[in-house]
């Protein structure tokens, strides 16, 4: 070994002799050195110098080494230390990111980790190398392989997934990286299965049928659901991939009993106990519940849509949903992913709809849920995001029920129950008319979806009187919003208020009965000034 390191002096040069090799001239002799030596000792510490040196000159040891390197994987199996040096080289030189010895080179391409790829994978034979290194049990070298293809995924991910595919046991070899007993190298191989199957069907398939729910659920649990760190979020974002736009994955999720095991996720704290929401947390829940809107995407087919409306109801899942939107403390985001989740539940199953209209919020009185949430929609201080999240929940608990449709227009008219009581109908009026514009669209976009399809709603609209002021004479909703879209100056008040009444007019209702006069009652107006401003 002194005799190696002295000739390695000899071969680099020292300041004192005044020849001091370039770079490109240092990687070169190392190349040479690591191709030519007999003794493995003298190969391994050359490929530990490349390594060295493959962070601030990879465009040198990429350029000269790369061939040497792929030969040194294939050639020096019997040696793990070797191999190692030889994986991380290579990850070096292919690394998506820059480094920061780098920073000071300008003459080094922002794209020359894909550019290494590209030469990298014109041999798919080099692939299948790294793919039998995940055999190798040795701590290191399984690591180093792992890093190195995920970095050739998120160079050439597409060229990358074909490769895998044609290889016999590619993917399953990835599988198994999921059952070793060594924490890092599972976590690793969770990064490498999320870039695997992003965006490939036929992959996604493969690993779904490899048992991946099963070992990915086994993970969430032994971290503690939502609970846990990020290693539950990554679980997710794999479960995500593995779903989103693929039919099958998703009936085979549904089949095999897996929306049942998502029940944890989503239990609300104790009110006795303050856990809080940490930042990990609120990205768990969030990766959930789009696993949750995946399964009822309204892009999904109507059969696979309405089996797991059906299966969520059943297992309680649309339960735990709703005890969220109804707890105190949600972090606002999660609030409002929720209410567009529980949105997509209910929508077009009748069963779910008369559900989410039969909760009733923890408040003082009790008010429906269906309430509560117009009133935020309505509430100009609330984040836009949150609105928009309610408006879409509303209008997939009216989509195609009839039911739901005429109790909203039944909320307008005369009722011999307690008026004191804020409705719906109270509520979308007071939006129709109020002085912010966002509340005039989101009032006017509900209101329309209790008019979609049902002539006979319309009729009971277009006979309504409303007197806006105590004292003047009633005027019909219809002539009302006709005033408004005239004296407003405002576009979206403009737009909003032509909402119903381009729904009403496409119906060419003839109503020949007699109007129905809308009084409400003052008792309690102070209240409900801010949300109906109909009297």
């Not at 559900?355 to 919020?361: D, I």
Request: aromatic share 6%.
């Amino acid at each position: 070994m002194d005799f190696f390191k002295s000739g390695l002096k000899t071969v680099l040069g020292t300041p004192e002799s005044g020849n001091l090799p370039s770079p490109a001239e240092t990687v070169e002799r190392l190349v040479d050195r690591v191709n030519n030596s007999t003794l493995l000792e003298d190969r391994r510490d050359a490929c530990r110098a490349l390594k060295a040196m493959s962070r601030k000159y990879r465009v040198e040891v990429g350029a000269q080494g790369m061939d040497t390197l792929k030969q040194v994987l294939e050639l020096d199996r019997q040696d793990n230390e070797t191999i190692n040096y030889a994986l991380d080289t290579l990850n070096n030189v292919m690394c998506p990111a820059q480094f920061e010895e780098e920073e000071d080179n300008p003459h080094v391409p922002m794209n020359i980790g894909e550019q290494f790829t590209e030469m990298y994978i014109k041999d798919p034979q080099n692939i299948q190398v790294l793919l039998d290194l995940l055999d190798e049990y040795d701590f290191r070298v399984r690591l180093s392989a792992v890093h190195l293809l995920i970095s050739l995924l998120t160079n050439r991910a597409k060229d990358i997934q074909e490769i895998i595919l044609v290889k016999p046991m590619g993917v399953s070899k990835m599988m198994d990286l999921l059952s070793d007993t060594r924490e890092v190298i599972r976590n690793e191989a969770l990064l490498l299965l999320i870039k695997l199957t992003k965006g490939n069907a036929n992959i996604q398939k493969i690993v779904a049928f490899e048992n991946a729910f099963d070992r990915l659920f086994d993970i969430v649990s032994s971290e503690g659901y939502s609970d846990g760190g990020i290693i539950v979020e990554d679980c997710l974002l794999l479960m995500l991939n593995l779903l989103k736009n693929n039919s099958s994955n998703i009936n085979f999720f549904k089949e095999g009993s897996y929306i049942q095991k998502m029940l944890p996720m989503f239990q609300t704290p104790d009110e006795n106990e303050d856990l809080g929401w940490s930042p990990q947390k609120v990205s768990n829940v969030h990766c959930m519940l789009q696993i949750v809107r995946t399964l009822v995407s309204p892009s999904n087919s109507a059969q696979i849509i309405s089996s797991c409306q059906k299966i969520m109801k059943k297992t309680g899942l649309l339960e735990s949903l709703c005890n969220i939107l109804m707890a105190s403390g949600v972090p606002a985001d999660i609030l409002t992913e929720t209410i567009n989740t529980v949105g997509e539940v209910v929508r077009g199953d009748v069963t779910n709809q008369e559900y989410l209209g039969s909760v009733m919020a923890p408040s003082n009185p009790p008010r429906p849920a269906i309430v509560v949430l117009l009133m935020s929609m309505v509430n100009e201080k609330q984040p836009f995001s949150l609105r928009c999240a309610v408006l879409y929940c509303f209008q997939c608990y009216l989509y195609h029920n009839e039911v739901s449709q005429a109790n909203l227009v039944q909320t307008l008219l005369p009722s011999a129950t307690d008026v004191s009581s804020l409705t719906s109908g109270q509520l979308l009026c007071g939006g129709l008319f109020s002085a912010d514009a966002l509340s005039n669209w989101f009032a006017s976009a509900a209101l329309m979806r209790a008019l979609c399809d049902n002539p006979a709603q319309k009729e009971l609209l277009l006979r309504v009187l409303l007197a806006t002021n105590i004292g003047s004479t009633p005027v019909t909703l219809l002539h009302h919003c006709t005033l408004l879209l005239q004296q407003t100056t405002k576009l979206q008040s403009k737009v909003s208020e032509g909402i119903p009444l381009l729904e009403i007019g496409r119906s060419r209702v003839q109503s020949t009965k007699a109007p129905i006069r809308l009084f409400k009652s003052c008792q309690n107006c102070s209240k409900t000034s801010n949300l109906y401003s109909v009297h």
